[in-house]
T-cell receptor, first 117, second 107 residues
């Protein structure tokens, strides 16, 4: 299995632009997680899906952030409009377990490093 | 104050030294996790603890539920142990992560 796939690996954009991050979970996994990592705040869980349904989006920082999972093999995290403070590494993870799976059962993608100028 | 605090933030060591990384939390939890993030960014799970102690190779993790504290120990440290070590706690409805401890082990 190729593991969790994220694209792009690096994104540089200008303030105000729309940014879309993509994730392909491991085939057969029921849960998908989006995280943001910064030096100041560490890893933060933004949102997670079970069977393509968003369960908890309380970690999404603002209405500028939205996430979708149209099918079991694809998810997007969109920021519109982007701001410099959104600069971070965004990780996607998937798990074969339902519910809020612990990190011990999550498989992390390589991350997308986003820089907003 | 963060609900999960790690110390130290940064740590340097000579190869062979004994390493301790600490994690304190202020909320009730069902489990505590230690993760390792390699310089390339990959994140892997090291331990899940709900009580006591676990050992895997040169890594040992302990937790004291009453004191809300966990430690990760590395014996006979090696340059390949250089990474960011992240503590995370799980409640029924939340996952909360520490900001990580950056460890560098020099030969």
């Amino acid at each position: 299995d190729a593991g969790v796939i994220q694209s792009p690996r690096h994104e540089v954009t200008e303030m105000g632009q729309e940014v879309t991050l993509r994730c392909k979970p491991i085939s057969g996994h029921n849960s998908l997680f989006w995280y943001r990592q910064t030096m100041m705040r560490g890893l933060e869980l933004l949102i997670y899906f079970n069977n393509n349904v968003p369960i908890d989006d309380s970690g999404m920082p603002e209405d500028r952030f939205s996430a979708k999972m149209p099918n079991a093999s694809f998810s997007t995290l969109k920021i519109q409009p982007s701001e410099p403070r959104d600069s971070a590494v965004y990780f996607c993870a998937s798990s074969p377990h339902p519910g809020l799976a612990g990190p011990d059962t999550q498989y992390f993608g390589p991350g997308t490093r986003l820089t907003v100028l | 104050k963060n609900e999960v605090e790690q110390s130290p933030q940064n740590l340097t060591a000579q190869e062979g030294e004994f390493i301790t990384i600490n994690c304190s939390y202020s909320v009730g939890i069902s489990a505590l996790h230690w993760l390792q993030q390699h310089p390339g960014g990959g994140i892997v799970s090291l331990f899940m603890l709900s009580s006591g102690k676990k050992k895997h190779g040169r890594l040992i993790a302990t937790i004291n539920i009453q004191e809300k504290h966990s430690s990760l120990h590395i014996t006979a440290s090696h340059p390949r142990d250089s990474a960011v070590y992240i503590c995370a706690v799980k409640r029924t409805d939340k996952l909360i992560f520490g900001t990580g401890t950056r460890l560098q082990v020099f030969p």
